[in-house]
């Protein structure tokens, strides 16, 4: 199997050799370049897999790069570098599609971790998240808000800065947690989730920095805590908000001094971990009402994410359903295959105040008690229904995402839907018809395409290959 094409684009000779040494003794070969227009060339005229460029460079810049690569049929991966790092900038690569950010110097090892989970996600073989059984196995972020704040996590899962998450009960911090943990440089390393609100202030101690044989009454073994066992990974710290005073303190010392002294031991230990912390509550009034240390909100801080509220993201609400559906379905006797028009449109109504946790709980509910294979008003909780009958009518299933589905409705009422054939084939020819105009609108240009269907890259390149659409020749 042929290594993958890496190039690398930098103006500065002494950075490109040492970034060519780095790759080489991981067994990567690569092709170097300090003039960015003779690599453009390069790329263009030869299939590549992975562009590592600086973003500061004369007469083009490494975005600039980024932008044009995706203009081609089989656009590489892009990674930018900067010595100027900063969260704007990040973000601003990540929105631009860059795979990752990495600050100039760089670590060598955590720098190789990003090149092959680069080539990882270049070749297939790597998804955004890794599937598991909880809300995290595939986040949903159509909406703007939310794709904002998934893409400032994306930007900021590069670097090792502390993230403070904020937003109500059941918006999905654990979940975005888990995000930027997958898409780190510690993703082979463990993510460790203590829930500051959910234990008493004297066990508290023990669970986040351990304790030592007889350091109380009941310790009768060592027991390590849970910044030893984040170490080389993450660290979350849920309602961190909840952490009584005489914790913080210690916390504080801590994330300061990256050490930790067990209970009951006077001798430091060193950790190694990019803690992200999450709160529903006000910190900066916390602060103000002497209940949190400001020095400790400063000190986790560094990078801020909102999530937004259920009802504040109200188009992902179906794909969220579904999404849970699927999820929940595969575990039941009977199989569940979608929504009918009018419970879809219960879901849409109301305000979910209990967030993304209340949907994923009522479309179990509706998944456990349902009588068919359908969910119809009927089956959803009363609260979720309200007045809403079924309808005694054959229910249409809903079983698309929200761009599609906005689409179709369009499709149909201009009278551009098959008129036979199953549900199935009119919905794929829908489909293809809908991928063909925005491929063309855009020009081909994959990332605006996948951006205007709120799908991702890969996404894409899956549906074309099931519609067997081809770029055609220039």
Avoid at 92 to 97: D, I, L, T, V, W
Avoid at 293 to 304: G, H
Avoid at 329 to 339: L, P
Wanted: glycine share 6%; hydrophobic share 40%.
């Amino acid at each position: 199997m042929p290594l993958p094409s890496i190039v690398l684009v930098d103006d500065d000779p002494s950075i490109l050799e040492l970034q060519k040494i780095t790759l080489e003794s991981a067994g990567l070969e690569t092709q170097g370049f300090t003039d960015p227009l003779e690599a453009w060339e390069h790329i263009r005229n030869r299939r590549t897999s992975l562009v590592i460029a600086d973003w500061e460079m004369p007469g083009m810049s490494g975005m600039d790069l980024l932008f044009r690569t995706k203009g081609l049929a089989r656009p590489p991966e892009v990674i930018l570098l900067t010595g100027y790092g900063s969260v704007d900038r990040a973000v601003e690569a990540m929105r631009g599609g860059a795979v990752s950010f990495i600050e100039k110097p760089f670590d060598p090892k955590k720098y190789i971790e990003s090149i092959k989970k680069a080539l990882a996600r270049a070749s297939g073989e790597l998804p955004a998240v890794k599937p598991d059984d909880n809300t995290a196995a595939r986040p949903v972020f159509g909406a703007p808000r939310a794709r904002e704040a998934y893409a400032k996590a994306l930007a900021a899962a590069s670097m090792d800065s502390s993230i403070l998450v904020l937003g109500e009960s059941g918006v999905g911090k654990e979940v975005l947690a888990d995000y930027i943990h997958q898409n780190s440089a510690r993703a082979k390393g463990p993510i460790v989730k203590v829930n500051c609100g959910a234990l008493p202030e004297h066990l508290m101690e023990s669970e986040l920095f351990g304790h030592e044989k007889g350091a109380f009454t009941g310790a009768d073994r060592r027991r390590v805590g849970r910044f030893e066992e984040a170490s080389g990974g993450t660290l979350f710290l849920d309602e961190i908000g909840d952490l009584l005073l005489p914790l913080q303190v210690k916390l504080l010392r801590a994330i300061q001094e990256r050490t930790i002294e067990r209970v009951g031991s006077s001798m430091s230990v060193p950790v190694d971990i990019r803690l992200v912390c999450a709160t529903h509550r006000d910190l900066k009034q916390a602060v103000k009402d002497g209940t949190f240390r400001e020095d400790l909100y400063y000190r986790i801080n560094v990078i801020p994410i909102h999530l937004p509220a259920l009802r504040e993201r109200a188009e992902d609400i179906p794909q969220l359903a579904q999404h849970f559906l699927r999820q929940l379905s595969s575990k039941a006797v009977r199989k569940v295959q979608g929504f009918s028009r009018e419970a879809l449109d219960c879901l849409l109504r109301f305000p979910w105040p209990g967030n993304i946790r209340q949907l994923r709980n009522a479309i179990e509910y509706a998944v456990v008690l349902s009588q068919g294979d359908v969910i119809t008003p009927a089956d959803l909780p009363e609260e979720v229904r309200g007045d809403t009958l079924a309808s005694a009518s054959a229910p249409v299933v809903v079983k698309i995402d929200p761009p599609a589905s906005q689409a179709l409705a369009s499709a149909a009422s201009a009278g551009e839907v098959p008129g036979e054939g199953s549900l199935d084939e009119r919905l794929k020819a829908v489909e293809s018809r809908i991928l063909l105009d925005v491929l063309a609108r855009e020009n081909w240009n994959i990332n605006a395409v996948a951006k205007s269907l709120g799908i991702s890259r890969s996404a894409l390149y899956e549906k074309m290959k099931t519609h067997n659409i081809k770029r055609p020749e220039a």
